[in-house]
C-alpha cells in the first residue's frame, strides 16, 4: 500500500550517469496515478502493462512505448483490495501470455483473513474490455505478512511472494494451485528491507527484488549476483526485465510517473565475487534460524531517521488499514 505520510518517500540511490540508465518513457494517462505493479509484453514488442494501488478498480492498462495507454482491462469478478504487484508468464503448453495481478497489501501483517492473486490470460487484442480471471486465495505459513512483490518462475509457472518488512522473506507458493479454499506459501529464504517489487528473468536464469533504495539481482539458488543502482525516483514501487533480459524496467508512484530502463551488468561483472545470500532451495532451516542474513547487507544505507520515518508513515496507515479490513471483513 502507498506510504500515507509525505516524510515516507524516500530518494533511491541514483544510477551512476555513464551505466546507460535512461528514461524509457512517461505514463500520460492521467487515470495512472499509482503504478505500484510493471510488467513487459510475453508476447507484443513495445506493450507494457501496469494497475494502480490500493482502493483503485480492479483495472490494468496496455500501454506502449510512447507512453500512451493502448487499452484499459476490467477483471470480471474481482476486487482491487490493496493491488501491489503484477507478473507476466507465458503458458507453455499454448505459448499464450499469461497475467497476474497480486492482491498482496496488508501494512497490519495479518489484517486480512487470506490474500489473493488474479490470472488473467493476456488479451488477444488492444481494445478495451472485460476480462474473465481466476483468483486463488493465499495464506502465509506464520501468520500474516504485508508484501508488494510477486514474481513467476519462467519454466516451471511457479508462483513467489516478496514480503515488505525490516526482516523480509520470500515465499514459495505450491506448484499446482487450487482455486478452492486457500493455497499456503511457505517461507524459503530473506528478502531486502522493505522490498517493493520483484520479477523472475525471463530465462530463469536470475530474479531481482527492487526496495526503495537499489535492487539486488540473484541467482536461482539465492545467492547473490549483484546489487544495482537504481534512478531516483519520488517513490520506487515496481520493477520488471525487458523481453530480451538484458535490462530492467523500474516504476513510481505518482501523476506523469517515469518507467527507467537500468542495463544488466554483463556476464564478466555478475560472475566476479558473488556475495553469499540465503539460498531458498538449500538453506531454509537457516532462514528460520536468522531471518536476517539477507536484510543486513541491504540495511546499511538506512539511518536512525529513516527508521523513524518508517514507523511514523505505518502509523499513520494503521487507522486507514483497520477501517478497511473491517469492512471486508
Sequence with gaps: MTCVLSACVLPGTPAAADDGTR??????DPRITESSGLAVSPTRDGIYYTHNDSSAEPVFYAVGEDGRTRATYRLQGAQARDWEAMAASKDPETGRGVLWFADIGDNLDGAWPDVSVYKVMEPTSLHDATLPAVRYRFRYEGGGRNAEGIMVHPRTGRLYVVSKEFSGS????????RTSGTNKLRKIGSAPIMATDAAYAPDGSSYVI????SATLYRPDGHTIAKLSMPELKQAESIAYTRDGKALLTGSEGVDSPVYRVPLPDAEQRSSSPEPTLSPAADRADARKSPDVAVAAESGGLTGRDILIWLAAAAGATGVIVFLARRTR
Excluded at 23 to 28: D, E, N
Excluded at 170 to 176: I, L
Excluded at 210 to 213: D, E, I, L, M
Design 23 to 28: 528514461k524509457l518513457f512517461t505514463f500520460r
Design 170 to 177: 520470500v515465499y514459495e507458493a505450491p506448484s499446482r494451485l
Design 210 to 213: 527492487r526496495t526503495y533504495f
